[in-house]
């Protein structure tokens, strides 16, 4: 009987110590490095159908389609917004625009006034800010435009430039991959995490970003008397090389800026021909766009920073080409939300996993905080990814986007998208069946007016959720903002002013 006892007290003395170890095996599984460096790459205006990995043709993406292999990705994430300011804006403080107010509608006077617009408030904290607290030096490389100091990017900043790289000659200019080395090389002396967010408008109408030889390739018999380079848009090689304008078009900004009624105003809408030539240079700013990211990847793992940083490759919108009527960002279409998400872990953890429920492209914030144990000031709309990435279980999530007036929004219910007006397009209230319909063709909400009712009751019960929300931080806008002559060439350069 004693002996009997002795081997049961063993067993639970072997049972106990089989579980811890099993705890401290699934604890190592899941532990994190200790701050990591975290590099966020936005690519503007990339639709996530014309990646190799989500579907597109091959060749287009090889670098995206490897760094997908690697990593954690989200096949059906959607942007907070079809265009720059107000999806960043979101990506950068986990709030929708209905709350943070940022849109690119800001720079309107009479619109920002019509719609309570403004740069943001300055109670609502960044990323940028949550990092630096937490002891990171934060660096942000970007394209300028609608992501420039004005809106409120650079809050959290150490340094915020568009003046470092010139994201055209990057691929090929040892000159450019310098202004970058050099940030990864401090990076790599630093007792501080790094944080480094690059961004750039390769993929961007009038789709000319690409060298000649990359265009060629995707469209080696051009349509005769379309726009095929910068040359037939406007002076100089680039969206914002002053250096490369004449002295008359620097001088006198109408030839620099308004290039996209030059560009737009050859095509023929109803011509196949013509929208086969547009897709066609669009493409090889994506196929630039990889390549540019294929050289980032090499310098980070040239100057030992690839393996052991989180890093996030994604977008801010898609962009529309006819297939709802439109062209370009404005409308809340699958083809304007749509975005690649990839998030690669440090070590490669949960490399190749693949999450098909929906969710926000500005749930990324949550995720780095979750992940690093940095708990938000302020309550967060947007919800942490990483139960997905662990395949745990969780309710359905809604995904909701908004126009650049932030009136109009988009949201997921079930099997059903809706949305409760059209921007630019005669289509007004929408709703499709997203498993019978993916792309979006079919209307039904004529014919389903007791859905109709409860997708408009539950829009008008998100609305005022976000009213409730914006007057709860009711701290007032930036003080002294203004647009700099500089940042009014930029925006429109890219066709906003």
């Not at 630093?190 to 970003?209: G, I, M, T, V, W």
Request: charge should be positive.
């Amino acid at each position: 009987m004693k002996k009997k006892h002795l081997f049961g007290a063993a067993f639970l003395i072997a049972a106990a110590a089989l579980a811890v170890a099993a705890a401290l095996l699934l604890r190592s599984r899941f532990a994190r490095p200790p701050r990591p460096n975290i590099v966020l790459i936005s690519i503007d205006t990339l639709r996530a159908d014309r990646l190799g990995c989500y579907g597109g043709p091959a060749g287009i993406s090889p670098n995206i389609d490897a760094f997908c292999n690697e990593s954690v990705q989200f096949l059906r994430a959607s942007s907070q917004a079809p265009s720059t300011t107000g999806s960043h804006m979101s990506l950068f403080t986990g709030l929708l625009p209905a709350v943070h107010r940022v849109t690119n509608w800001v720079l309107r006077e009479d619109l920002a006034k019509r719609f309570d617009l403004a740069p943001l408030a300055t109670g609502i904290p960044t990323l940028a800010e949550y990092l630096r607290e937490n002891g990171y030096r934060t660096v942000g490389l970007h394209g300028g435009g609608h992501v420039a100091p004005f809106f409120g990017f650079d809050r959290g900043f150490d340094l915020y430039s568009d003046a470092i790289i010139d994201w055209g000659e990057f691929y090929s200019s040892r000159a450019q991959q310098e202004g970058l080395l050099s940030r990864l090389r401090a990076a790599g002396t630093s007792k501080r995490p790094y944080f480094l967010f690059l961004h750039h408008y390769l993929c961007h109408e009038p789709y000319l970003a690409a060298p000649a030889w990359v265009r060629q390739r995707f469209l080696p018999d051009p349509e005769p008397g379309l726009p095929l380079d910068w040359d037939g848009v406007m002076p100089g090689r680039g969206l914002f090389d002053k250096k490369a304008l004449p002295a008359a078009a620097a001088d006198n900004p109408k030839p620099y800026t308004r290039y996209y009624e030059t560009f737009w105003k050859k095509i023929d809408d109803g011509n196949p021909r013509h929208r086969r030539h547009v897709r066609a240079l669009y493409d090889s700013g994506v196929h630039y766009a990889d390549m540019v990211l294929g050289r980032i990847v090499e310098l980070l793992k040239r100057e030992g920073m690839y393996d052991q940083a989180l890093i996030v490759v994604l977008s801010d919108h898609g962009e529309e080409f006819w297939e709802h009527g439109g062209i370009v960002h404005r409308n809340l279409f699958k083809e304007t939300l749509h975005v690649p998400l990839l998030v690669r872990f440090p070590g490669g953890e949960f490399g190749g996993r693949r999450v098909k429920s929906p969710v926000g492209q500005f749930d990324l914030m949550p995720t780095i905080l979750e992940y690093l144990r940095i708990k938000p000031r302020l309550r967060l709309q947007a919800r942490s990814l990483l139960p997905l990435v662990r395949a745990e279980k969780e309710p359905p999530r809604r995904v909701i986007s908004f126009s650049d007036g932030a009136d109009t929004l988009r949201f997921n219910e079930g099997p059903f998208v809706y949305s409760d007006q059209a921007v630019e397009t005669r289509w007004g209230e929408r709703l499709y069946n997203f498993y019978f319909d993916p792309l979006e063709k079919r209307n039904i909400i004529a014919g389903s007016p007791a859905l109709q009712a409860r997708m408009r009751a539950l829009a008008a019960g998100i609305m005022r959720e976000q009213l409730r929300l914006r007057a709860r931080i009711h701290a007032g806008p930036a003080k002294g903002s203004s647009i700099s002559p500089e940042l009014k060439k930029q925006l429109e350069a890219l066709g906003y002013l």
